[in-house]
Each structure stands twice: as structure tokens, then as C-alpha cells.
């Protein structure tokens, strides 16, 4: 790897020297490299990449292209056709793994598609951390990641992931998620770099008694295009999500933040808030919230804000001895504080990192 | 002199809102303002910090012998100014945070604020939530890690319980033993008297300080014929 390719990954968090990771996942281009630590190998877990997992592992056809239909969309549809790599994760039934598994998706060639599969399987009663960090290095590249995710009964993964793009580079990740009964599913999203455009929608279906927490820290800089949102299908009794998005908004960027409810049975509950902070007049926020209920005994809440940072916020943390510029950098870290409660403990000094970033960059 | 206010005036558009206000204090002293309601009080502070509103200053400020009229409240701050806000506004950032890096900024440590302030407050966004004592608490705190040379406190024991102005006070004793000099304001001077030491006192009435004495006899004055006796002889606009 290139110094320029390793300074991008590390600037995103990424654990490069894989000190505090069980295994890791690194697709440069279309070369994978894996890592598989022996605590994570007499787990009995499987780590490994689809082109290999398609010929030697026999139950992959039952999780392959069930929580994502191919047909979804134009992206789909050419992942279904081209995709050659990605992630397959089998964590076995009670196994809890408590260092993260890393993933690192990075284009480091120009003009190039890099279109992935990532299966990741969560046995029942299992638990484990995967944390998935995409960059590019140079100009015009494209990201196809289809990523179907299986929470199994009483299962818990959680699912990290940082984007860092270029300014002409697009994403387009396409997620689909299933958790069954009283699994727990917490995802956490952080757009940190200016991108030609990001737009992703995970859908996750929720079983009896089973919860999701999702949420998205939306930075826009420069010319970014950021449509993020979420679809929840809360398909049983005692289903309950939650979704939290935060967006800041600088210069020419636009962000779209969406999310949606689906109340399908009764017991179910959820909650939607999307918070957007404007620090441009040439930038747009929108936030669209959909709740819909489709039957009884169904509590679904939104909260929507959009605003700018408080002048007298600004002068009581100047007051303190802060510069204009510090104080703004401090609200912006408070504003994006949200979520980390649902990440294990090995993965909060990257996310916090990542944060501290955001309010870096944010600031102007 | 540490401080000194020399012919402070303050405009908001037409309206004057201090006028004319000459004040000093020396190191170490230890000052009360009152005054009724409107009068001024928060204002003179925040106009010592440079915080706004007003668009119009004429007079000077001079802080340890520089003229700090023109500098930036976060210029003043680390010249030695602290604020004691009497309403913190709630700034979504959460207190901990908040708290470690005012400890960066200044170089204290946190021991010395944690029978100020409540641990339990550490985990949430900074005066969201707070009553009026953990907001007051959680300033003299802030003030005692900033070690300043002049804190300024607008109203710490206004909606405070009793437990809680005694930690006030304490607080309050605290920076003037570490050297700091006071500038108090206090409405009905509940906290004065848990204080072993007060040098001077003054009253500040529409915007100008009509006169400045010995504490005891302020104090006596106020508490006996209210405010409406410092009123007499002056002109409306």
C-alpha cells in the first residue's frame, strides 16, 4: 500500500497495524488481503471473500440476495451482474467476539469500479463488531456495496461504518438487513469527506421483539450530494427502532436525510429524529421523515429540527476563552455527540476520533 | 488597579443601557453590585467580558493596565476575566466535554471542582436540563478552573437552594483565596452573608452607578428603604 493509501485509511480510523481488531477484511481495488487472527479462527467464525465463499461454502445460497432483491434498483442489478468480491462473515451460534472484525474498502486507481457483496451472518446468541471503512485515493470512482446483513435470535451485531471519499467519487451502498427474535442490530454511519455523491437507504426488517438503532453523521463540504436514509419495517410484536441522523451543512452541499417507519404489527415502537445544522447559505438540508402505521397499538414518533449554531452558545464559550473558531469546533463536536451509547467500548476511540474530525472540519 | 471602568457607556441602537459608569477594584478586593431589576447589573458584567448586545461603546476599559475595551471575550478570558453567567444557555455540548477542555485550556485539575460540581450532571449536554442551582454550581466550577485574576458572578445565589449557596460561598472564598478578585452581583445579598470577606459596595440604578460605600452601609441602606431612595434626583430620558 501506498503511504497515500494508508494515511487515508488511518485518517478514517482505521486500525492499519490490526492491533486491536480479530481479523480484517481489505479489498484494494479488486486484490483482497485477510487477516485472520487465532482467536477468531477457533471461534469457528468465517471470514473470507465471496468469490471463495461461492464455491466452498454451501450455506451462503440461503442468505445470498434474501434481505436485498437484485431487481431493487439500477445498482443492484449491476452488483447482481459484475460483483466479484466482498465480505462473507459467519460469526457461529453463541459465539461473542469482542474485538472488532475490520473491513476496508479502498479505490486506489483512477476511473474505477469497485463493486462488492458482503454477506455477514450473525448465529443465534452470537455477538460481534464489524467495522467497515471505504475510501478513495483517486479521482472518477464509483462504490457499489450490496451488503446483506442477518441478526440471528438473540443475536447482536454492530455494524460501523466511515465513508471518505474524494470530491468526484460516488457511493451508492445498497444494505438490507433481517433481525430475528430479539436480535439487536445498532448501525452507525459517518459521511466525513466531500463526495461527489453518497446515496444509500438501508432497509432492515425487524422479527418479534427485536430492535435496531441506526445513525448517520452526515458531513457535507464543498459540492457534496448526500442522500442518507433508513426504511424500518417493524414486522412484529415488540419490535422497536430507533433513527438518528445528524447533518451539517457547509458551502455548495446538499443533504437529503430520509427515514422511514413502518408499523406493521401491534407492540411495535419507533422513533425517527433528524437534526440538520446550516452553516452555508449556498447549502440545502432536507429532512423527510415518513412514519406509517398499519395497525393497532403502534407508537411511531419523528423530531425534525434544522437550524444554525446559537450566537449566545457561541459567546458563553467564548467567555470561557475560547476562540470564535474554537467555540464553533466544540458545538459542532456536542451537535454530532449522539449514538456512540450503542457501540461497544472497542470501537468508541475511532468513532470518537472520526468525531473530533467532523468538528475539525466542520468549523471552516 | 486591576480594574478599572473608566466612563463606560453603552448604546443598543437610541437606547442607553449603562451610562457613564466609572468603577474600580484592586487585586485581591472583593466588590458587590445591586441594584433593582433592569438596572444594569448583568449588563456591566457582560460588558466587562465584551459580550453583547450593544453596538455603541464609548469610556474605557483597562484590565492590569491594557485597555481591553476592543479585545474579543475569549482575548479577555485569558487575560484573567472569568463570567459567571446567572442563565447559562443550554449549548449542546455535553458537560464533561465542556469541562475537559476549559482543564486543557487552563491547565487545572479537576479535583478542585468536584465537591462544586454534581457528578451526575457530567453525561449531559451543558444547562439543557439543569435547575438554577446545578447551573450556578457548575459556573463557580468553571470560574475556579479558569483560576482568573477578576471573576465576575452575576446573581450565583438567585434560585439556589441553602445547601447550595453554601457551596457557593465556599467557591466564592476559594478564588479569593487563590488570589482572585470579585466582582459580585446579587440581588437581595443572600450569598454576602456567607462571605468573610467584602471591601466595597455599589449601586447601580438605570444603567449608572449612583453611589459606591462601605458594604455594611449599602447593604443597611438597600435592605432599609429599597432601591426607591437611590431613585431621588434622577432624570428619566
Given at each position: 500500500m501506498t503511504d497515500s493509501s494508508i494515511r487515508a485509511l488511518e485518517r478514517l480510523g482505521a486500525d492499519v497495524r490490526g492491533n486491536m481488531i480479530s481479523g480484517s477484511y481489505f479489498l484494494r481495488d479488486n486484490h483482497v488481503s485477510l487477516l485472520i487472527k487465532k482467536v477468531l479462527e477457533r471461534s469457528g467464525a468465517i471470514l473470507m471473500d465471496l468469490k471463495e465463499a461461492r464455491s466452498k461454502v454451501e450455506w451462503l445460497r440461503r442468505y445470498y440476495w434474501r434481505a436485498l432483491s437484485p431487481g431493487a434498483d439500477k445498482f443492484t442489478k449491476l452488483a447482481s451482474e459484475t460483483e466479484e468480491n466482498g465480505v462473507v462473515l459467519y460469526i457461529p451460534r453463541g459465539t461473542k467476539i469482542k474485538l472488532p472484525i475490520q473491513s476496508c474498502f479502498l479505490i486506489s486507481k483512477p476511473d474505477w469500479e469497485q463493486v462488492v457483496h458482503n454477506v455477514v451472518v450473525v448465529d443465534e446468541g452470537a455477538e460481534v463488531t464489524l467495522n467497515t471503512v471505504c475510501a478513495a485515493v483517486t479521482e472518477d470512482t464509483l462504490h457499489v456495496g450490496v451488503t446483506e446483513m442477518y441478526v440471528g435470535k438473540g443475536a447482536?451485531?454492530?455494524?460501523?461504518?466511515?465513508?471518505?471519499?474524494?470530491?468526484?467519487?460516488?457511493?451508492?451502498?445498497?444494505t438490507g438487513a433481517v433481525v430475528e427474535e430479539g436480535g439487536v442490530l445498532n448501525m452507525y454511519y459517518v459521511n466525513l469527506r466531500p463526495v461527489s455523491l453518497v446515496q444509500s437507504s438501508p432497509v432492515v426488517r425487524l422479527n418479534v421483539d427485536s430492535s435496531v438503532n441506526i445513525t448517520s453523521i452526515l458531513l457535507g463540504l464543498g459540492?457534496?450530494?448526500?442522500?442518507?436514509g433508513s426504511k424500518v419495517e417493524l414486522s412484529a410484536e415488540g419490535a422497536s427502532a430507533e433513527i438518528v441522523s445528524r447533518s451539517i451543512a457547509r458551502d455548495e452541499s446538499r443533504i437529503r436525510m430520509l427515514g422511514e417507519l413502518v408499523g406493521m404489527s401491534s407492540g411495535a415502537r419507533g422513533h425517527l429524529e433528524c437534526k440538520g445544522l446550516q452553516l452555508s447559505d449556498r447549502a440545502v438540508i432536507e429532512a423527510i421523515p415518513i412514519l406509517r402505521s398499519e395497525s393497532e397499538d403502534v407508537e411511531l414518533t419523528h423530531e425534525a429540527a434544522?437550524?444554525?449554531?446559537s450566537e449566545e452558545g457561541l459567546y458563553y464559550l467564548m467567555s470561557k476563552g475560547f476562540s470564535e473558531e474554537e467555540a464553533t469546533s466544540m458545538m459542532i463536536r456536542g451537535f454530532v455527540d449522539v449514538g456512540l451509547e450503542t457501540m461497544p467500548p472497542a470501537v468508541r476511540p475511532q468513532i470518537s476520533t472520526v468525531l473530533n474530525l467532523i468538528a475539525k472540519y466542520g468549523k471552516g | 488597579m486591576l480594574l478599572e471602568v473608566k466612563d463606560l457607556s453603552l448604546k443598543l441602537g437610541s437606547k442607553s443601557i449603562l451610562r457613564n459608569v466609572s468603577l474600580e477594584i484592586d487585586k485581591g478586593e472583593v466588590h458587590v453590585l445591586f441594584g433593582p431589576n433592569g438596572a444594569g447589573k448583568s449588563t456591566l458584567l457582560k460588558a466587562i467580558m465584551g459580550i453583547p448586545p450593544y453596538d455603541k461603546v464609548e469610556g474605557k476599559i483597562v484590565f492590569d493596565g491594557k485597555d481591553i475595551t476592543k479585545l474579543k471575550p475569549y482575548e479577555r478570558a485569558l487575560l484573567g476575566i472569568s463570567l459567571s453567567y446567572q442563565h447559562p444557555p443550554p449549548i449542546n455540548v455535553k458537560l464533561a466535554y465542556l469541562l475537559k477542555k476549559v482543564r486543557e485550556k487552563y491547565g487545572s485539575s479537576n479535583e478542585m471542582v468536584e465537591s462544586i460540581i454534581p457528578s451526575y450532571l457530567l453525561g449531559r449536554d451543558a444547562f439543557l436540563t439543569f435547575s438554577g442551582g446545578e447551573s450556578k454550581r457548575v459556573e463557580m466550577g468553571i470560574s475556579l478552573l479558569q483560576s482568573p485574576k477578576l471573576a465576575l458572578l452575576d446573581e450565583p445565589d438567585s434560585g439556589v437552594d441553602v445547601d447550595s449557596i453554601k457551596v457557593i460561598a465556599h467557591s466564592i472564598d476559594m478564588l479569593r483565596e487563590k488570589g482572585a478578585a470579585i466582582l459580585l452581583?446579587?440581588?437581595?445579598g443572600y450569598v454576602t452573608g456567607y462571605l468573610r470577606k467584602i471591601d466595597r459596595a455599589h449601586v447601580i440604578v438605570r444603567g449608572s452607578i449612583v453611589v459606591s460605600d462601605e458594604f455594611e452601609e449599602i447593604y443597611r441602606r438597600v435592605i432599609r428603604e429599597g432601591y426607591s431612595s437611590f431613585l431621588k434626583g434622577m432624570v428619566d430620558d
Open positions: 447482536k451485531l454492530n455494524y460501523v461504518m466511515i465513508h471518505g471519499w474524494r470530491e468526484s467519487s460516488e457511493a451508492r451502498p445498497r459540492g457534496s450530494r448526500l442522500e442518507v434544522i437550524g444554525r449554531l | 452581583v446579587t440581588h437581595l
